[in-house]
């Protein structure tokens, strides 16, 4: 399935938004508040993510996005870089058991050749193994960055067709869409990032042209379901025009 764009069709929406993306931002802060290790953030992290599949799954999302690593990150200290990656490892050994028990199918989206082998045999068996769940497909960006995912994207297209380096002008949002990392899912419907901070930070940022954005102060490995409801239900409150006026969603077609 080719990816739909919010900015040439206006999408069916509904109060559950059926694709979530969240950037789990806190677990550094989350630690040094505790007077612990950065390290021991990112492990309380992944019952965080535990606990987030579960409730989007419970909840009828479709799609959750899980921003892990970002191709940004390997400038943060080679120490904490070094348990990201044991983390992922340990993760995806451990938990992809769970996985198929709950329906979800796994997709990792990134870079991934910059990972060591034994991760990418890990990757690769882990999205194997849930290929045909459907109750939830949760992808896990890693080493991704969203004008990485762009720049892929044309290089892609461009090999397939060079006829378009002479025809700019054929160029256009449909020839593109299927060329993107996360071509099999709908945009967004609602972003969500912890911690405090207001940014996007590279993430999806063709994705995430009409999606309502969420900010929360709550570190990511204090989010659980109450949170995702608070998320759901600020959500639910939005007018979502795509382009149209108020009038327009009240003035039946």
Same mark, same amino acid.
């Given at each position: 399935?080719?990816q739909?764009?919010?900015?040439?069709t #206006?999408?069916? +929406?509904?109060? #559950?938004?059926?694709?979530?993306?969240? #950037?789990?931002?806190?677990?550094?802060?989350?630690? +040094?508040?505790?007077?612990l290790? &950065?390290?021991?953030?990112?492990?309380? @992290?992944?019952?965080?993510?535990?606990?987030?599949?579960?409730? %989007?799954?419970?909840?009828?999302v479709?799609?959750?996005?899980?921003?892990?690593?970002?191709? /940004? $990150?390997?400038? &943060?200290?080679?120490? /904490?870089?070094?348990?990201?990656?044991?983390?992922?490892?340990r993760?995806? /050994?451990?938990?992809?058991?769970?996985?198929?028990?709950?329906?979800?199918? *796994?997709?990792?989206? @990134?870079?991934?050749?910059?990972?060591?082998?034994?991760?990418?045999?890990?990757?690769?068996?882990?999205?194997?193994?849930?290929?045909?769940?459907?109750?939830l497909?949760?992808?896990?960006?890693? $080493?991704?960055?969203?004008?990485?995912?762009?720049?892929?994207?044309?290089?892609?297209?461009l090999?397939?067709?060079?006829?378009?380096?002479?025809?700019?002008?054929? =160029?256009?949002?449909?020839?593109?869409?299927?060329?993107?990392?996360?071509?099999?899912?709908?945009?967004?419907d =609602?972003?969500?990032?912890?911690?405090?901070?207001?940014? #996007?930070?590279?993430f999806?940022?063709?994705? *995430?042209?009409?999606?309502?954005?969420?900010?929360?102060? %709550?570190?990511?490995?204090?989010?659980?379901?109450?949170?995702?409801?608070?998320?759901?239900?600020?959500?639910?409150?939005?007018?979502?025009?795509?382009g149209?006026?108020?009038?327009?969603?009240? +003035?039946? +077609?």
């Amino acid at each position: 399935m080719s990816q739909i764009s919010s900015t040439r069709t #206006i999408p069916v +929406t509904g109060r #559950i938004p059926r694709h979530v993306a969240i #950037i789990m931002d806190g677990n550094g802060r989350w630690a +040094t508040q505790r007077k612990l290790p &950065r390290t021991a953030g990112h492990v309380r @992290g992944v019952q965080a993510v535990r606990r987030a599949v579960e409730a %989007c799954g419970h909840r009828g999302v479709e799609y959750l996005t899980l921003f892990a690593f970002s191709s /940004e $990150n390997w400038r &943060r200290p080679a120490q /904490e870089v070094s348990l990201l990656m044991r983390l992922f490892v340990r993760t995806l /050994e451990r938990e992809v058991d769970k996985l198929v028990a709950q329906g979800v199918r *796994l997709r990792i989206v @990134g870079d991934l050749g910059a990972f060591d082998a034994k991760l990418r045999r890990l990757i690769d068996e882990a999205e194997q193994r849930t290929e045909q769940q459907s109750t939830l497909t949760l992808t896990i960006a890693a $080493n991704y960055g969203g004008r990485w995912d762009i720049l892929q994207a044309m290089q892609a297209l461009l090999k397939a067709h060079p006829e378009m380096a002479e025809h700019p002008e054929q =160029l256009d949002e449909d020839a593109l869409n299927p060329w993107l990392a996360m071509a099999y899912a709908p945009e967004p419907d =609602l972003f969500i990032r912890t911690g405090g901070e207001q940014r #996007i930070s590279n993430f999806l940022i063709w994705q *995430l042209a009409y999606t309502e954005l969420y900010f929360t102060d %709550c570190y990511w490995p204090d989010f659980g379901a109450a949170q995702i409801d608070q998320a759901f239900a600020w959500y639910a409150d939005r007018e979502r025009r795509f382009g149209r006026t108020s009038e327009q969603l009240r +003035t039946p +077609t």
